[in-house]
């Protein structure tokens, strides 16, 4: 039987990482992307290389609605439901507590925590109804290491990842045995925001083994959470243990302050 993963964010950064290691281990491909056209079109050409069948969505994932459609089209491309879902895309805005706005907090939560909780309710209606599925199908869903090493910056996205990281338990235990759900927690993988690469090389340093988080390890352990079937309601950190370094700050401001002081 093919397996067939669905990699939301798939075409970039560590989506596109992801994608690349599940099609190297014999895995099918649907790789979603938002804007990225030409770049999931790229994923799914390398993902066929591997002698595994891929295929690209398009779609916004900012509400329920999107998450449904997304989730039928994949289906219908596909045959059926896939046996995996990892929750990758994201969205991303600075602010904190004394002054994020409603709406920015909600878009936040809607698709970095709803999103990925829908999914995983429509895969297991959907793996529970299959006539043809077996086994138990998966979700894997993409932390981030500052659940485990709270500050008080990027407050709206901190909030909804560290509803999905109790999410991650809750779902394991609703949805079992049908499903299985884990999350994998990388540390600093790639320049985001307003960061320059002054500041990324300094702080991709900022951890116990200093060195940069490889984001091919942290698709390994997507791939390894999706792969083995023992394992269920559980975060695997994947961070050169960032988490383990606790900062007053977001470790891109405590950077910039270190190079002003230098300057």
């Known amino acids: 039987m093919t397996r067939w993963v669905l990699i939301t964010g798939g075409s970039r950064r560590l989506g596109r990482e992801i994608c690349t290691v599940f099609a190297r281990g014999g895995w099918s491909i649907a790789c979603h992307y938002r804007d990225s056209e030409a770049q999931a079109q790229e994923v799914v050409e390398q993902a066929r290389t591997f002698g595994v069948q891929a295929l690209a969505l398009q779609g916004s994932l900012d509400s329920e609605s999107d998450a449904e459609s997304l989730f039928h089209r994949t289906c219908a491309g ?16 600075p602010d904190a507590a004394t002054d994020f706005v409603a709406q920015s907090l909600l878009q936040q939560l809607q698709t970095n925590l709803l999103v990925p909780l829908v999914l995983g309710k429509l895969l297991h209606a959907g793996w529970s109804q299959a006539s ?7 979700v894997v869903n993409v932390l981030d290491q500052k659940v485990y090493n709270l500050n008080p910056d990027y407050y709206s996205y901190t909030l909804s990842k560290l509803a999905l990281e109790r999410a991650t338990i809750q779902q394991a235990q609703a949805l079992a045995p049908t499903l299985r759900i884990n999350s994998v927690v990388p540390g600093l993988m790639y320049p985001s925001g307003p960061q320059t690469i002054e500041n990324f090389e300094l702080a991709a340093n900022a951890n116990l083994l200093r060195r940069p988080v ?50």
């Open 214 to 263: 490889d984001p091919v390890r942290v698709a390994e352990t997507v791939f390894f959470l999706a792969d083995n079937e023992c394992i269920t309601g559980t975060s695997v950190c994947v961070d050169n243990g960032q988490h383990l370094v606790p900062l007053p700050r977001d470790i891109m401001f405590v950077v910039d302050d270190l190079l002003r002081k230098n300057a």
């Open 132 to 138: 043809n599925a077996s086994g138990v199908a998966s």
């Open 78 to 93: 596909i045959g059926g439901p896939p046996s995996c879902i990892v929750n990758n895309a994201s969205t991303f805005f």
